[in-house]
């Protein structure tokens, strides 16, 4: 039984939206890639299991996905100990480009920008035909294998962009704590180490993410100079199973992938800190 209107109250009509003007699904960039990556992976998977004798290209990665997956994490390695060297020569550099001796100034600003703007793959190639494979020490010989060298080459422009960090964060704090410091008889570096880099490691640290997510989706250039890394072992994958064109497109297709969701959650919290830590 229909429920009358209380007295004094007018029943409203309300106004027949069309189903073109309805609001439409929101879909994420997120949602495009995973879709189209799934897309890829059936029709292959279509186009293999037609010839009936071929496994399908889901097949084959199920196959091979551990060996694939301890190449990725041998990239994360990587990135992670450039990372580790960059941070700490890359500090040292930034502070040096603060002192107050010129000459130490110049020279740390001359190497910060040479290997800042400087082709990572170019920087790349020379520590790995520079350095050598081994170096002896105290009598002992200590070997220096490809991926030690891969990992120094990525650190170089790390170092240079953590340094640009380091000197603007410290060029952001205001002068009126550097002289409200010196006025209680702080030195120089009292200072610097325990009043202004304690404020400076939340606004260095959306940038210093940032260079870390370039340098992990830049680890497969060691692919170039023969790091077995998940590049090298995904062409060796497509290369044992007959170089199959059908393929091409999956296995390559899932080191996008891979890397798209190791990095894209660090660009999310990049974006979210970066508002948390916002300098007003």
Known sequence: MRRAAPPGVLPVLLPFVPAHARPALRLRPVHGVLLALTGMLLASAALAQGGGVRPSALAVIVRWAPLLLSGFAFNIAISLLAMLIGTAAGTGLGL??????RLTARLAWGVTQFFRNAPWLVLLFFVMFLVPFQVTLFGFRIPLPDWIKATLGFSLPVMANVAEIVRGAVRSVPDTQWEAAEA???TRRQILWRIILPQCLTRMLPP???VYALVAMATVQASIVG??????????VHAAEGGRPELFAPLYGFALLCFFLYCYPITRWTARLE???QVR
Do not use: P
Not at 96 to 101: D, G, N, P
Not at 231 to 236: C, D, E, M, P, S
């Open 96 to 101: 040096a480009m603060l002192s107050q001796r």
């Open 227 to 236: 790091v077995s890394e998940m590049l090298t072992l995904t062409a060796q």
């Open 208 to 210: 210093w993410m940032n």
């Open 184 to 186: 209680l008889a702080f």
């Open 275 to 277: 508002r948390r830590f």
